[in-house]
């Protein structure tokens, strides 16, 4: 049996997924007892009177093109953090099973797998050792009952793309032992193709994106799991069958477009710079002891004294996220690059206060 169907909850396996209404677009609908007219204000293509197309294939197509992957390898999500939940759903039981992160990470990895009931271990990525992922480390900490794996690349809230070399020696010691999911949610930004050509070589390994960072939709909520198609239909089950609303939809066929990908691909190119200017910006205030080098659209630096940043940062009308609620990160904030006028003004801010 492929691993990502043994490793799986096995009643999983046999589950019967809800049979939505049938998608016949050319057909009336008078078959999901619907409102036969629009809301006041609807200005959508297809009508928020309407339920959306599960899975539509425009849009699965489309996302399919953009990161270069078969269709039947791809579900489209509410956002990364559904891809993490449907993921906790499929192989954590509860009391038994657990997830494997490196902290200080993404927190929505140890709240998908508590929801679920099941432990959380951690290995830590250390500020000593440029907050790199150690492998070896890593696979001492593993044990069977350990079904998740998440490697967040580039990191949040480190800001740095973990070492490949790092991330192959983890797929290929534990393939087929555990599914090993790298977050690749702020990846356009770092330049690096990312890791979705390894797909075909370590079949446990899964990949998420998103739209919400590069392409400028975190409001519409769509991100998308790639995997082996066999991981796929057992998430197709788990996942809500109108779990993507009709407005996300059409925002994400729009920014799908070929011209709205390269017009998005200037955007990055651009914000890239702007990263460079902050960065040189932040060095050179005394309120700042060091910034980290970046892989992604924001900066983590650690302050002479975060409160009085902050205080300074609001007088500005500006927000930073405060990150000291982690004993790695005491000191620490997370900055996000923003235009040059709003990085003037928080730079602007830490000098006037």
């Given at each position: 049996m492929n691993p990502v169907l043994s490793l799986a909850r096995p009643e999983l396996l046999t589950?019967?997924?809800?049979?939505?209404?049938?998608?016949s677009p050319s057909l009336t609908r008078l078959h999901a007892n619907e409102a036969p007219w629009r809301p006041a204000g609807d200005t959508s293509a297809e009508g928020l009177n309407r339920y959306p197309e599960p899975q539509p294939a425009a849009l699965i197509e489309r996302l399919a093109a953009l990161y270069e992957v078969p269709r039947n390898s791809l579900l489209a999500t509410r956002g990364s953090d559904e891809a993490i939940d449907v993921l906790s759903r499929m192989y954590l039981r509860a009391g038994e099973d657990a997830i494997l992160q490196c902290t200080p990470t993404f927190g929505m990895y140890q709240v998908a797998a508590r929801i679920q009931g099941a432990d959380v271990i951690e290995v830590p990525l250390r500020p000593e050792n440029g907050w790199r992922l150690d492998a070896?480390?890593?696979?001492?900490?593993?044990?069977p009952h350990v079904k998740l794996i998440y490697l967040c690349s580039p990191n949040n809230p480190t800001a740095n793309l973990l070492d490949a070399q790092a991330v192959e020696s983890v797929c290929a010691a534990l393939d087929g032992k555990a599914i090993v999911v790298v977050d690749e949610a702020y990846v356009e930004w770092s330049?690096?193709?990312?890791?979705?050509s390894w797909l075909e070589r370590h079949p446990t390994l899964a990949i998420l994106r998103t739209l919400s960072k590069a392409y400028a939709l975190a409001g519409a909520r769509l991100g998308a799991l790639i995997a082996h198609p066999e991981l796929i239909e057992i998430a197709k089950r788990i996942i809500p069958p109108y779990c993507l609303a009709q407005p996300?939809?059409?925002?994400?066929l729009r920014a799908l477009d070929a011209a709205e990908v390269a017009a998005a691909r200037q955007r990055i190119a651009g914000l890239l710079a702007e990263r460079e200017y902050l960065r040189a910006g932040l060095e050179a205030s005394g309120r700042v002891e060091r910034v980290w080098p970046s892989d992604t659209n924001f900066l983590l630096i650690d302050c002479v004294d975060a409160d009085e940043f902050t205080r300074a940062s609001r007088s500005g009308g500006l927000i930073v996220r405060d990150l000291r609620s982690d004993p790695a990160l005491r000191r620490s904030l997370r900055v996000t690059v923003g235009t040059r006028a709003q990085n003037d003004a928080l730079l602007n801010s830490l000098e006037s206060a």
């Open positions: 589950l019967k997924p809800y049979a939505h209404a049938e998608w070896a480390q890593l696979l001492a900490a593993w044990r330049r690096s193709p990312g890791l979705i996300t939809i059409e925002a994400a």
